[in-house]
């Protein structure tokens, strides 16, 4: 009797493939010799310094000690082109004076590639692209703080149960994401400086993302209720973006005008939607033609979803549905002709739904809470305007995040636009991150990566 043919192995990824597409698709090597930081002759170079985080993101590991722990390996020194071990003391002193401009531009052209090779096509709402900004907090300390920290003060309960009041140092940042297309990039991050509100800084990002990308770059922008301000919505006019954002009670006269507007009417739609366990009951009000403000007039439309949201929970070994009311007001710049109040909710919604997209990997695997680049006091030097040596502004968050990006773009771009293997087999990307991760051990000690 004949035996049965042996199962053929699961193909996997290796680096060799990873590297060989951004290569050719994204042009990745180019970009390296533009990249340099504060340092003086330094023997690790800058492009060496960009590659090991780089890859240390790629590959999803899971703290920089384990960086510094890899960088000892001859295999890693030779992929990122460093002629010896390195550790964290190299990657604070380089990052902390790192040149933005160069990691700016090349998230740029990643993104400018991902659009013009029709990444951004699938997922597209009524034939229009979306992102989304938010706000995050990336890091926070009470002992240490920088040039560019924000503060505030945060009571807690010392031992004995009395408050305490401590003075916490912090940094956020708003970052704008594609969100309709499976790939979804951030296309720019801006950094909020102590003194000034968070809007500030998101208006700072909407006006250079056109200089960067061109305004036609996406089409709807979904905004948190911070956001909803007269220059908002003026220059997204200007921009041809159209807006759809939620209101909280805060936004006043616009949501008193149309909270009293509802309240006489029954609603526009009532249906049911069912996601995995949990069922939404949603009663649905839609209405044109409200002034923003007093000062602002512009006519907008709102939308308010009323939900009643029934989960099933297990209690005492008993599955019980558990039923919760919600009330959600969308402001939106959308034509009623093309968009239903539904769509509307839909991408009201979408706006909580970015999971995934590299901010939690950032904040809770890469110890940046734990002050890794926080306050580094020993800097580069530079020769300031009136002649004194003066240590480097500290850019090392703002690089690092930077770099996060990239390899957050250029991971998901070889996951989902090029892997079969991802598809055929249903890999999470953790997986092929570890394959990637796996295979530049088991390649040959000489390798380099492809130019
Ligand atoms: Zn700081």
Partial sequence: MKAPPAELPQPTHTLASFCGYINKVFHFRDFLPNLSDARHAPDISA????????????????????????????HLQRWIEAKRAF?????RY????????????????????????????????????????DGIEVLSSYSRCCEF????????????????????????????QIISSPVKPFLAIEWVQPGE????????????LPERYGSAFFDI?????????????????????DLVISLKQEAR?????????????CPEHCFQEQQGGTTYEVRLWDTEGLPFTEDHPQPVRVVRSQETVTENHYRRGKLQPQTSEHEWLWLTTLDPRVFSGP????????????ENNGWNDLTQNWALKHDFLHACKHRPKVESSSGERQPVANHGLAAVTLIRCVAFALSSAFVLLHSKIFRRYSLSRREVARQLYRSLWKDPPDIRAPA
């Fill in 47 to 74: 492009q060496s310094v960009f590659l090991a985080l780089f890859h240390g993101f790629v590959f999803r590991l899971y703290s920089v000690p384990q960086l510094e722990a890899d960088l000892t390996e001859p």
């Fill in 87 to 91: 550790g964290d003391d190299v990657l």
């Fill in 94 to 133: 380089s990052l902390c004076g790192f040149a933005l401009e160069p990691l700016t531009e090349m998230l740029v052209d990643i993104n400018r590639r991902l659009r013009r090779n029709k990444a951004f096509e699938p997922g597209r709402v009524q034939g229009r692209m979306v992102a989304a900004l």
């Fill in 149 to 176: 920290c924000l503060q505030r003060r945060v009571v807690s309960l010392d031992a004995s149960g009395n408050p305490v009041e401590q003075i916490q140092y912090y940094h956020r940042a708003v970052g704008c």
């Fill in 197 to 208: 509100g968070e809007d500030t800084a998101a208006l700072r990002l909407l006006h250079a």
């Fill in 221 to 241: 922008l979904l905004l948190d209720s911070l956001y909803a301000q007269a220059p908002v919505l003026k220059l997204a006019e200007q921009l041809g973006w």
């Fill in 253 to 265: 006269q616009l949501y008193q005008s149309a909270m009293g507007l509802f309240q006489s009417r």
């Fill in 343 to 354: 769509q509307i909710r839909r991408l009201g919604h979408d706006r909580w739904k970015q």
